[in-house]
């Protein structure tokens, strides 16, 4: 079935940075985009960016221009998330979501703190 | 960027209640809207896509509508599983995605 596996959970100290992977299956994955949402406890959804995962651009939601970075690794299924310079409001949960118009696959999110 | 407005924010309905949830969008955005249910500790679940498409395996009583800025997500006759939050999505002129502020859904 199609599905995106994360990574596990981490903990950092602030002004550190934090990788995240999201491992597709069950359907092509140059196929679709993929993109990057976030969402600290008790609050919405936050856009992050976008990947294609064919071409390999990207783009980022103002908010995080210099401190992210998306890539992917076609051979292995994979994308990843990298942000820089946590600081204790970067703690959430961070999802990847497959997207072809909206998002209809998530992967289940992963849990990252930022505390000294 | 275009702003996406959700309300209400929170409400309290009963089992068997018609629940109304409304996304309005800062300028027209077409079909390119979907809805969402989140519950606690877990990702996103797309209910609805093209504004009024329901999602494989979605219940019937979960239906969408609305056109150009404004947009509606109904629940016929509420269930106990369906007490959670809900999100709208618009993608038109993607990317970005924007989301709304989310309404959650409690028990009378």
């Known amino acids: 079935q199609v599905q995106l596996v994360q990574s596990g959970a981490e903990v950092r100290m602030p002004g550190a940075s934090v990788k995240v992977s999201c491992k597709a299956s069950?359907?092509?994955?140059?196929?679709?985009?993929i993109n990057w949402v976030r969402q600290a406890t008790g609050q919405g959804l936050e856009w992050m960016g976008w990947m294609n995962t064919n071409s390999g651009n990207r783009g980022y939601a103002q908010k995080f221009q210099g401190r992210i970075t998306m890539t992917r690794n076609t051979s292995i299924s994979t994308a990843y998330m990298e942000l820089y310079s946590l600081r204790s409001e970067d703690t959430a949960m961070y999802y990847c979501?497959?997207?072809?118009?909206?998002?209809?696959?998530w992967g289940q999110g992963t849990s990252v703190t930022v505390s000294s | 960027d275009i702003q996406m407005t959700q309300s209400p924010s929170s409400l309290s309905a009963a089992v068997g209640d018609r629940v109304t949830i409304t996304c309005r969008a800062s300028q027209g955005i077409r079909d390119a809207l979907a809805w969402y249910q989140q519950k606690p500790g877990k990702a996103p679940k797309r209910l609805i896509y093209g504004v009024s498409t329901l999602q494989s395996g979605v219940p019937s009583r979960f239906s969408g509508s609305g056109s150009g800025t404004e947009f509606t997500l109904t629940i016929s006759s509420l269930q106990p599983e369906d007490f959670a939050t809900y999100y709208c999505?618009?993608?038109?002129?993607?990317?970005?995605?924007?989301f709304g502020g989310g309404t959650k859904v409690e028990i009378k």
């Open positions: 979501a497959r997207v072809w118009g909206s998002a209809d696959v």
């Open positions: 999505l618009q993608h038109n002129n993607y990317p970005p995605l924007t």
């Open positions: 069950g359907y092509t994955f140059t196929s679709y985009d």
